[in-house]
């Protein structure tokens, strides 16, 4: 996968890029990075690349000229990107969509500053728009690298164990049941009782209702959406681009409000949504939802 990153400070993932999990994607050759500054598409000498908002009000608003000449420059060589700029305002990035993003061979990232973007940017330039979170960043830059770590760590060769992403948090509708490590006893708490037992199936049993637990204590919304899962996949759930939102397809005997999530098998072209229709693409899950 390729990943191009559009910004006006792109030494700021130097070492974001050459450690940890995106460090190793990019050893395995299953990412490459690059980080263009769209200063250089300034078109006057000064290097302007902001303007003041037109009908007033504070701060300054990114150019349309150089990011549309810097896309253009970045694009021209291989294959087309998806585009995505980052904003507040986009929809907002969790382990469904980072699946559906690792799955696709090209990104190319918008990084703003300042009050943003001018709205032509985003109109004209084709962009999916993404956001981080609810909250307001100074810039593009912290947001990108949520997004590159979050992808580069489901492409092969970016984690020593793939078989844990698909425990993690999310990657299977619920959140992930708790760790323990030596020693056994830690200024008098010690580690539950079964982890020690050697009982891999009462292990597993003890994960599953601790990942359950802990799901509906804390994010009860997740819990009341995978109502059962089956996992019938190695691979994390949604690894293979598929969002469980987007793979639903109804259950014959199920009532009108619970479907099923087929993933991980072959499923026919006829019981899929319209929106997935000709795919006979392998899918993640097996679950039932609400
Ligand atoms: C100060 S923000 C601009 C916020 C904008 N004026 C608004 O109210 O929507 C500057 C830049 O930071 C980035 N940014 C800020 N918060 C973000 C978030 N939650 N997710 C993704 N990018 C964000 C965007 O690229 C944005 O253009």
């Known amino acids: 996968m390729r990943i191009d990153v559009l910004t006006l400070f792109?030494?700021?993932?130097q070492p974001f890029a050459s450690h940890g999990v995106v460090g190793r994607a990019?050893?395995?050759?299953?990412?490459?990075?690059?980080?263009?500054?769209?200063?250089?598409?300034?078109?006057?000498r000064h290097k302007t690349v902001d303007d003041r908002p037109f009908g007033g009000g504070p701060g300054m608003v990114l150019m349309c000229g150089p990011l549309f000449d810097a896309v253009e420059f970045v694009e021209s060589e291989g294959e087309p990107a998806?585009?995505?700029?980052?904003?507040?305002?986009?929809?907002k990035l969790d382990q469904a969509r980072v699946a559906e993003l690792a799955a696709l061979p090209r990104l190319l990232l918008l990084c703003g500053h300042y009050e943003?973007?001018?709205?032509?940017?985003?109109?004209?330039?084709?962009?999916?728009?993404v956001s981080i979170g609810d909250y307001v960043l100074s810039g593009g830059e912290a947001?990108?690298?949520?997004?590159?770590?979050?992808?580069?760590?489901?492409?092969?060769?970016?984690?020593?164990?793939?078989?844990?992403?698909?425990?993690?948090?999310?990657?299977?509708?619920?959140?992930?049941?708790?760790?323990?490590?030596?020693?056994?006893?830690?200024r008098g708490m010690?580690?539950?009782?079964?982890?020690?037992?050697?009982?891999?199936?009462?292990?597993?049993?003890?994960?599953?209702?601790?990942?359950?637990?802990?799901?509906?204590?804390?994010?009860?919304?997740?819990?009341?959406?995978?109502h059962r899962i089956?996992?019938?996949?190695?691979?994390?759930a949604g690894a293979c681009g598929l969002s469980p939102d987007r793979g639903r397809h109804?259950?014959?005997?199920?009532?009108g409000s619970r479907e099923i999530i087929a993933i991980g098998a072959r499923v026919p072209r006829t019981s899929l949504r319209r929106r997935n229709q000709g795919a006979t693409r392998r899918l993640c899950y097996l679950g039932v939802v609400r």
């Open 190 to 226: 010690e580690v539950p009782a079964v982890l020690l037992s050697g009982n891999h199936a009462e292990i597993a049993a003890w994960r599953r209702g601790q990942a359950r637990e802990r799901t509906a204590a804390r994010r009860p919304d997740l819990l009341s959406r995978f």
């Open 26 to 44: 990019m050893d395995a050759g299953s990412l490459r990075l690059s980080f263009v500054d769209f200063r250089q598409f300034a078109r006057d």
């Open 82 to 91: 998806t585009r995505i700029l980052l904003t507040p305002q986009g929809e």
């Open 230 to 236: 089956r996992v019938a996949d190695s691979r994390p």
């Open 116 to 129: 943003g973007f001018d709205e032509r940017i985003r109109l004209g330039l084709g962009v999916r728009e």
């Open 143 to 186: 947001a990108a690298m949520v997004l590159i770590d979050a992808v580069a760590r489901l492409l092969p060769g970016a984690v020593g164990e793939p078989a844990s992403l698909s425990e993690e948090s999310f990657s299977e509708g619920l959140l992930e049941y708790p760790h323990f490590t030596r020693p056994r006893v830690f």
């Open 10 to 13: 792109p030494r700021l993932f």
């Open 250 to 255: 109804r259950s014959k005997s199920g009532s």
